[in-house]
């Protein structure tokens, strides 16, 4: 059996490793700002925030991590060093939709860590444009959600945009009742964003059959709401019952346990391509037969994974619709560079949403 080492002994150990962190960890900032004055000299202006350097990175650490720390444990500590480093020169501005307490700021945080500024917008339009306008860096807007699919606000925001995705984040939801409250039977209204409402549909049939349903902006608002009423609830996350002092009541009330919402980062960035990677696509045909084959045709030639296609009307002819894609790799690797010429000749509009990194934690 191993000797016990003394708790002095530990703690003297512990404080002297803690002394060379703080030291590298300088000394890696020293180096963040060197990069930012050698960008400058040769003529980079705007943000020095790279997806594809930084996803390169916490690959790398992911892989080099010996533990006992897990693989995401440690690539979190770094996404936070990472995004310390840059606010040193000035921190990012980062649209999402607010207000205060959002998956979507959850998102943001995520990705970009926690020293950027989170800026607040009411809707997923007003994202794009707060983007388009250079009043933020970048936004994240939902795309996806395991359970209920699409947001289509947003896939319908890209035909009329020239942002590019420069970027993934997934987020797992846990869905929590909460208010002022003591019990269930004391609730006489719940509010919450429709795609919540609808991830809670059986437990809200089970536990509260009766009680309304009023669906709002965002779970955080709901949060706001539900904190100027004693019996009226919201449906959101955690972080919304810390910002508005409210009791949960029920945790992780979602009718799915794996339910997970993917979000998009939105800039004006072009990612080079990291090994592990997507590219998003706008596609349009027009109205005629055979158009679905016609998309497909060139992925399989050329042994292309396709994740995921939807189809949204144009709203510029009737019957007319639009295809949003996503397939494995960047738009720069040779097969997918080939397969996007082909489809390029053969449809009336193709739009490259952006290749980018896939999520790393």
Known sequence: MADII????????IDAIDSQIL???NRRASCALEVARTKLSEGETGTFY????EALVLRRIKEMNPGPLSNDTAARFFRELMSSCLALEKPLDIAFLGPEGTFTQQAALKHFGQTVNTVPVTTI????TEVENQHCQF??????????GVITHTLDRFVSSSLKICGEVEIRVHQ???GHAEKLSDVTEIFSHQQSLAQCRQWLDTHLPHVVRTAVSSNAEAARLASESKNKMAIAGEVAANIYQLNILEKNIEDESNNTTRFIIIGMQDPASTGLDKTSLLVSTGN?????HTILEPFAKYGISMS??????SKQALWDYVFFIDIVGHKDDENIARALGSLKENVNWLNILGSYPKAVI
């Open 288 to 292: 005629r037969a055979g158009s679905l």
């Open 23 to 25: 030291q590298l960890i």
């Open 50 to 53: 790279r997806p594809d350097r």
């Open 125 to 128: 339009n007003d994202i794009f």
């Open 139 to 148: 936004g994240v807007v939902p795309v996806e959600n395991s359970t209920e």
């Open 176 to 178: 929590n009742l909460m």
């Open 308 to 313: 995921h296609i939807e189809s949204r009307p």
């Open 6 to 13: 003394p708790l002095p002994e530990l703690r003297d150990r």
